[in-house]
C-alpha cells in the first residue's frame, strides 16, 4: 500500500475559487514536503512542515502539518489560472536521507 | 546561482540498451539523489551519492548504478533497458547528506525505452 497517501486525486475548480488538497502518511512523519510539478517538468518546492501544528504560508498558499492525524493540508485562496499543476507532497523519516512521495494531486483551475 | 540541472532533456532508447544521464548539482550542494517518476505516479527514489560514494539506495536492481565527480556531478546509468524503465528521471541536490532542508530538484530527463 501507499505510505502517502493524496486527496482527491484529482480537482477541477473555478478561477477565484479556493481548494484544498490532503496528504496522510501511513507513518511517523519527521518532516513533510509540499512541491509543485507541471506537467513532464522538474518539482518546484513549495514548503516544508516540521513541527505539529506548524502553518506555513506563501502567497496565496497555506500548508498546516497535523501531528496526531499524521496528515497536512494544502489550502489556495482565490485560486488562478497559474495555481493548476499538480501537486506532490513528500515526507522524510527521522535520520532518512531521501523523501517518500505520494502519487499527487492533480488541480485544474478554469478561467 | 545556478540551480540544477540535467541532460539530455529527452531520449528515446531501445529495449536491451544502455543509458547515462547527467545531473549537475546547485552549487554549493555536495550531495545529489536520484528518482524515478513513472506516469502518473509519485517519484521513487533511486540511490544518493555523497562524496563520491553511494549513500542509500532504493528498491532498483543493480542494473541501475552510479557515480559522483568531485565536482559534485553525477551520472545515472541503467543496464539492459527494459520497457518499463520509461519514466522521467529526476536528480535532486541538497547541502549534505543528511539534510533534506532546501533539496532542489532539476527539471528531469524523458526517458522512452521502445
Known amino acids: 500500500s501507499q505510505e502517502l497517501e493524496q486527496s482527491p486525486q484529482s480537482l477541477i475548480v473555478q478561477e477565484g475559487k479556493n481548494l484544498t488538497i490532503n496528504c496522510t502518511s501511513s507513518?511517523?512523519?519527521?518532516?513533510l514536503y509540499w512541491y509543485k510539478q507541471k506537467y513532464g517538468e522538474g518539482l518546484i518546492f513549495l514548503m516544508m512542515l516540521q513541527k505539529g501544528g506548524e502553518e506555513k504560508s506563501h502567497e496565496k498558499i497555506t500548508a498546516k502539518l497535523d501531528e496526531k492525524k499524521q496528515q497536512s493540508s494544502l489550502h489556495i485562496t482565490a485560486s488562478q489560472p497559474s495555481h493548476a499543476g499538480i501537486y506532490l507532497c513528500g515526507a522524510s523519516r527521522y535520520g532518512n536521507n531521501r523523501l517518500a512521495f505520494g502519487k499527487g494531486n492533480q488541480v485544474v483551475v478554469i478561467p | 546561482e545556478t540551480g540544477v540541472t540535467q541532460s539530455p532533456t529527452h531520449l528515446i532508447k531501445t529495449r536491451g540498451q544502455q543509458v547515462t544521464l547527467r545531473c549537475s548539482s546547485q552549487s554549493g550542494h555536495n550531495t545529489v539523489s536520484w528518482y524515478q517518476q513513472a506516469l502518473g505516479q509519485g517519484p521513487q527514489f533511486i540511490f544518493q551519492?555523497?562524496?563520491?560514494?553511494?549513500?542509500g539506495r532504493g528498491n532498483f536492481p543493480p542494473r541501475f548504478s552510479g557515480l559522483q565527480f568531485p565536482n559534485y556531478s553525477s551520472e545515472l546509468n541503467v543496464n539492459a533497458l527494459e520497457l518499463d524503465d520509461s519514466a522521467l528521471y529526476l536528480c535532486a541536490s541538497s547541502l549534505e547528506a543528511g539534510n533534506l532542508y532546501g533539496y532542489t530538484f532539476g527539471s528531469g530527463t524523458r526517458l522512452t525505452v521502445v
Open positions: 507513518k511517523t512523519l519527521y518532516g
Open positions: 551519492y555523497y562524496r563520491e560514494e553511494e549513500n
